[in-house]
């Protein structure tokens, strides 16, 4: 049977009104075609503010776990040929909160970055023919993982050393990093890591829109303690703005039941979230940083 698809009263009634007619598009073509570039080596040209980050400064586009690089390298083909993990060449960062993104978006050196949800190892950059030419060829290149990124997560025992440098672990971990090892190993370990350990505290139940709920809440109060008024906002801060439940109970999502503080005013509901010794380290920082915002501790 064939179905009559027109609206004559429909159509008299828009004429009377005088409205113009538009065409509807879904749009989904063009999202199958980010989606596409999000996954190849090319990637996404975006702000850093388009990008979801979670507590610990991974990022998200479109739901897909993504990296962040620099597409113009601003060195030579050759250079890069050359030496690909290292030498000049900017490397690519597994987290929007490291010290390196902080510097560059405190300069205004960037305001836009590419992304990619691809996990070859490869990214597709732009470089200069050679070493004293201005004109610039794509090549598609590995990159090496930035180490302050590395550090910033802790990942394989990643931090400084005495004398304030690198430690021996951060740069075996960036020379023998794999984005794909990273994401199905270590990005899952840290999501599903307990809040507390079983010494203070029996695993929480966490219900999976936790996350998106806290996210938002956060992002409501401005990234600011709802207690002292603390502001956090600042990338590389937000990892000390928490979302407390209030009756102990974290599968209670209920507005009324959550609260938004800073690691110093949720210590006060518990100090054992601060015997972890990165989490000791957060609770000073925000210590610090409450003293210069003119906040009373």
Known sequence: MKLN????????LINKMGAKKTVWKSGVKYEKIIIQKLLSVEGVDAKLDDIKMDEHGL????????????????????????????????????????KTIEQMQRRKRY???????????????????????????????????????????????????SSGRP?????????????????KNFVQTLINRPKYSEMSYPDPEYTPDFRTTSKKLKEAWGYKCSRCKVDLSLLSHRKMIH???????????????????????????GMHLIRPKHMREQFEKCKTLKQEQGIKI
Request: net charge negative.
């Open 5 to 12: 698809h027109t609206f004559p009263e429909l159509e008299s």
């Open 59 to 98: 990022m998200y586009l479109n739901n897909e776990p993504v990296v962040l690089f620099i597409k113009d390298q601003w060195i030579s083909a050759d250079e890069i040929r050359r030496d690909p993990l290292g030498g000049k060449g900017y490397r690519f960062h597994i987290t929007g909160t490291c």
């Open 111 to 161: 305001d836009r970055y590419t992304f990619t949800a691809n996990q070859s190892g490869k990214f597709s950059v732009i470089a200069r023919e050679s070493k004293h030419s201005n004109k610039k060829i794509k090549l598609t290149t590995p990159l090496a993982v930035c180490m302050n990124c590395l550090i910033d997560l802790e990942y394989d025992g990643a931090g400084y050393s």
């Open 167 to 183: 430690n021996t672990e951060a740069r075996q971990a960036r020379d023998s990093f794999n984005i794909k090892s990273f994401f």
């Open 243 to 269: 979302c407390h439940h209030k009756d102990g109970n974290p599968g209670n999502n209920g507005e009324t039941n959550l609260e938004v503080l800073c690691i110093c005013c949720h210590a006060e509901e």
